[in-house]
């Protein structure tokens, strides 16, 4: 009995056990016994792609085909609709009988089709190979450029990709997307589809989606799934990775980034008030905390003993801004006449010139300038008056 859906698959049997009477199942013939298998679905099954016949393996002959070497299942499979005749061809190569009996494919047009109507497909094991290699060239031959032009072949690219060289997430990506500009017209009908859904404002349709996207992206699994990922695409592309550092920093230092950030959270301000100042008091909270303070503090020591260059002068910057901060001009004194010698802006420029002059050793002395100008009182001595051969005191 010949099954054909069209000229790419066809189907054949010997009995159709839907037409088997009861009065030939009761015969004791040979023949007749074949016919009661049949009927209880024991017969071999014969398919033909593009004119290639394979005959079906039972799961329990299929069970026995482990390869002796390494103990990996390496088969070739085809699920076929039985209500619209759309059928997809893959490879599976798993260590374990449950993950061939559980792997359904993973084309991404037949997982949607198969995920809404499982119980109209039906899978067939059309071949057992002993190889990686040889699954991938049985379903590159079988899958072509003129299977997947057939209305029928729920596959999106050819076949016999990936088992092999195991390639990783952005390669594979970059291939599927590659194939996709070559070959529009195949995924034409799916992109206007998709347009016309966006196209449509706010369609129960659409906020559904929306709220499927949302609620999986919020899951915990779903991030602890993508932070291990992410840890392991840093752990061997780890050039990469600081390059896409780089890249992502000096995006976000742009100006157009910056006034767009900023655009966004005074929209988000005025919308709103309350949520923004939780987060203000708790992101203030956070920053002056004992651990935060600790955490920092730590930070900043290890750069500083392993940068100590820049930290050196990071410290002189931060001195001199204080000094042109916070810093009162100050003059200098003839200790004899008390006429003003010099005028200082601030207590560090006069201790420089100290320094710079040979009349102190280090800028230390800048303590000594700072007693004299506040008059500071020394226990037994009074007040000091002057230090390093000359009189100090504020400008103002």
Not at 74 to 100: C, D, F, L
Not at 110 to 124: G, W
Not at 217 to 230: L, S
Request: contains cysteine; aromatic residues 10%; proline residues 3%.
């Amino acid at each position: 009995m010949l099954i054909q859906i069209n000229k790419n698959i066809v189907f054949w049997q010997k009995y159709n056990p839907a037409e088997l009477t009861i009065e030939e199942l009761s015969a004791t013939s040979f023949e007749h016994s074949e016919k009661m298998l049949a009927k209880l679905g024991f017969q071999d099954i014969y398919i033909s792609i593009k004119n290639n016949w394979f005959r079906t393996i039972p799961m329990g002959e299929l069970y026995h085909k482990r390869n002796k070497e390494d103990g990996y299942y390496r088969v070739i499979y085809i699920q076929i609709n039985t209500a619209t005749g759309e059928y997809y061809i893959g490879k599976s190569n798993r260590p374990k009988w449950s993950e061939i009996k559980r792997y359904q494919g993973s084309g991404l047009k037949f997982l949607n089709k198969f995920n809404n109507h499982k119980n109209e497909f039906v899978r067939y094991f059309i071949a057992s190979c002993k190889t990686a290699k040889e699954t991938e060239e049985l379903e590159a031959f079988l899958v072509d450029k003129e299977l997947l032009a057939d209305e029928k072949c729920l596959n999106l690219v050819i076949g016999g990709g990936g088992t092999n060289e195991h390639p990783n997430i952005a390669e594979t990506s970059e291939k599927k997307r590659q194939y996709m500009k070559e070959h529009p017209e195949q995924y034409k009908p799916m992109i206007e589809k998709a347009r016309k859904l966006f196209q449509s404002g706010k369609t129960p349709e659409l906020k559904a989606r929306s709220e499927r996207i949302k609620e999986v992206m919020n899951t915990d699994k779903y991030r602890e799934m993508t932070r291990k990922r992410i840890s392991k695409w840093i752990l061997e592309n780890p050039e990469e990775y600081a390059l896409a550092r780089e890249k992502n920093k000096n995006s976000i230092r742009t100006k157009e980034c910056s006034k767009k950030k900023k655009a966004s959270l005074e929209e988000w301000k005025k919308k709103n008030p309350d949520k923004y100042k939780e987060w203000q008091e708790k992101l203030i909270k956070s920053r002056t905390s004992k651990e935060a303070n600790a955490k920092r503090a730590n930070s900043i020591r290890d750069w500083n003993l392993n940068n100590p260059e820049q930290a050196k002068i990071n410290s002189q910057k931060r001195a001199r801004a204080a000094a042109e901060k916070n810093g009162k001009a100050i003059y200098m004194l003839d200790l004899s006449t008390g006429e003003v010698i010099q005028k200082f802006a601030n207590q560090h420029d006069a201790a420089r010139w100290l320094v710079d002059n040979g009349k102190a050793k280090n800028i230390n002395c800048v303590s000594s300038i700072s007693a004299v100008c506040l008059k500071k009182y020394i226990n037994g001595h009074g007040c000091r008056k002057s230090t390093h051969g000359y009189g100090w005191c504020f400008a103002e």
